[in-house]
């Protein structure tokens, strides 16, 4: 395993120190900035590129919250928590005992102890006392179960769904897919709760790094919901490939959030492709778990596709377009939606979001009258 080590070297220089050794005795290849050679690129994005890489993700908590980059408000550590997050590593976290936190990592520390699950979270007193459990931990990941739990549900899931929703004239004609995530047995937020976080979803959106800063973000509200509308790239030509793009992030006053996105598609219509379709749903749900606003368990997860018959079960290919597919010509209207009966843990948004992705993208595309 490759496992990124991430924290401020003030007040953690032993530990540091300590762990890249403990690790390369472990088997396995630490990743850490202090053996990244001279580069030319900027070392928060070096840092980002080797975290990409990484297996496994090991936090430090110590006094210091670290320099603040001016393009996200936050320090290296804080952007690094946010991408393995979206990026659905495994993270280990250990907090220093005995030390006073600064202010913002003290905030900082909240934010990561808050998070229900996908998380391994500990803490030590002196470097002695971290190695130990970082030794006993690594041993677990290497012969680790599945982090999912699922449960029958007792009575059918309230969803709001959107397939037929004529206010964005792009479903009029672009097929999209609906992702649904709702909070089992929440109590909702009230009207107050839901304008604050409908006020922070931009800056929600943008901290996850799945859209670029130069992309305009429109936010909208009504009572029931809050939404921001994410417009879709330009092709290069009519008939260019183009991957599935995320278009909409809505947050229900129920807790739910709906997410909205194209299709992989090309000259020839949008594409249900049995290898893109779960990869893009497993994106989907990591970053509704790096938005953070879903933190009660359990939760069930839905979705969708809005006109279906403007689909096509094919392979899509991201450098050349299709020269033929079948087109349609179905004889009766048909849906594509799955009804949730089981219930799962927040590891659906992180770490377990890939098996989840796989069991729903298989249960759609079975609906599809061309895969019968």
Request: with cysteine; glycine share 8%; aromatic share 6%.
């Given at each position: 395993?490759?496992?990124?080590?991430?924290?401020?070297?003030?007040?953690?220089?032993?530990?540091?120190?300590?762990?890249?050794?403990?690790?390369?005795?472990?088997?396995?290849?630490?990743?850490?900035?202090?053996?990244?050679?001279?580069?030319?690129?900027?070392?928060?994005?070096?840092?980002?590129?080797?975290?990409?890489?990484?297996?496994?993700?090991?936090?430090?908590?110590?006094?210091?919250?670290?320099?603040?980059?001016?393009?996200?408000?936050?320090?290296?550590?804080?952007?690094?928590?946010?991408?393995?997050?979206?990026?659905?590593?495994?993270?280990?976290?250990?907090?220093?005992?005995?030390?006073?936190?600064?202010?913002?990592?003290?905030?900082?520390?909240?934010?990561?102890?808050?998070?229900?699950?996908?998380?391994?979270?500990?803490?030590?007193?002196?470097?002695?006392?971290?190695?130990?459990?970082?030794?006993?931990?690594?041993?677990?990941?290497?012969?680790?179960?599945?982090?999912?739990?699922?449960?029958?549900?007792?009575?059918?899931?309230?969803?709001?769904?959107?397939?037929?929703?004529?206010?964005?004239?792009?479903?009029?004609?672009?097929?999209?897919?609906?992702?649904?995530?709702?909070?089992?047995?929440?109590?909702?937020?009230?009207?107050?709760?839901?304008?604050?976080?409908?006020?922070?979803?931009?800056?929600?959106?943008?901290?996850?790094?799945?859209?670029?800063?130069?992309?305009?973000?429109?936010?909208?509200?009504?009572?029931?919901?809050?939404?921001?509308?994410?417009?879709?790239?330009?092709?290069?030509?009519?008939?260019?490939?183009?991957?599935?793009?995320?278009?909409?992030?809505?947050?229900?006053?129920?807790?739910?959030?709906?997410?909205?996105?194209?299709?992989?598609?090309?000259?020839?219509?949008?594409?249900?492709?049995?290898?893109?379709?779960?990869?893009?749903?497993t994106d989907l749900l990591r970053f509704t778990g790096a938005l953070d606003l879903i933190q009660h368990e359990p939760i069930v997860v839905a979705i969708g596709v809005s006109n279906p018959r403007l689909t096509q079960i094919d392979?899509?290919?991201?450098?050349?377009?299709?020269?033929?597919?079948?087109?349609?010509?179905?004889?009766?209207?048909?849906?594509?939606?799955?009804?949730?009966?089981?219930?799962?843990?927040?590891?659906?948004?992180?770490?377990?979001?890939?098996?989840?992705?796989?069991?729903?993208?298989?249960?759609?595309?079975?609906?599809?009258?061309?895969?019968?």
């Amino acid at each position: 395993m490759r496992i990124f080590i991430s924290s401020v070297r003030k007040g953690l220089e032993e530990e540091r120190d300590a762990l890249g050794g403990l690790i390369r005795a472990l088997g396995h290849t630490p990743v850490q900035f202090e053996d990244f050679s001279a580069q030319t690129t900027p070392s928060r994005e070096a840092c980002l590129a080797a975290l990409e890489s990484a297996d496994v993700c090991l936090f430090l908590l110590g006094p210091s919250y670290g320099h603040v980059f001016p393009e996200t408000g936050q320090s290296a550590t804080h952007d690094e928590w946010v991408a393995a997050q979206t990026a659905g590593k495994p993270r280990l976290v250990y907090r220093k005992l005995g030390v006073t936190f600064e202010d913002d990592q003290q905030n900082f520390a909240r934010i990561v102890q808050a998070y229900a699950t996908g998380v391994f979270r500990d803490s030590f007193h002196d470097t002695a006392e971290l190695m130990t459990k970082v030794v006993r931990k690594v041993k677990e990941l290497e012969s680790g179960p599945s982090p999912l739990s699922f449960t029958p549900l007792t009575q059918p899931a309230s969803l709001r769904w959107s397939l037929d929703d004529a206010r964005d004239g792009a479903s009029a004609s672009v097929p999209l897919l609906e992702v649904h995530v709702l909070p089992v047995g929440f109590a909702g937020y009230s009207a107050r709760e839901l304008e604050q976080f409908g006020t922070s979803l931009v800056d929600r959106i943008r901290r996850t790094g799945a859209v670029k800063n130069d992309v305009a973000l429109t936010p909208s509200s009504s009572q029931a919901h809050a939404a921001v509308s994410i417009p879709a790239s330009r092709p290069r030509a009519w008939d260019a490939p183009q991957p599935g793009e995320l278009v909409e992030v809505r947050l229900h006053k129920t807790g739910q959030i709906s997410l909205r996105a194209t299709l992989p598609r090309d000259g020839l219509g949008s594409i249900l492709d049995h290898d893109a379709l779960p990869q893009q749903i497993t994106d989907l749900l990591r970053f509704t778990g790096a938005l953070d606003l879903i933190q009660h368990e359990p939760i069930v997860v839905a979705i969708g596709v809005s006109n279906p018959r403007l689909t096509q079960i094919d392979r899509f290919d991201p450098h050349q377009s299709r020269t033929r597919a079948e087109l349609g010509g179905y004889m009766r209207s048909f849906t594509l939606q799955t009804e949730p009966d089981e219930s799962t843990n927040l590891a659906a948004l992180d770490t377990g979001a890939g098996e989840v992705a796989g069991i729903l993208s298989r249960a759609l595309i079975k609906q599809h009258p061309a895969a019968t």
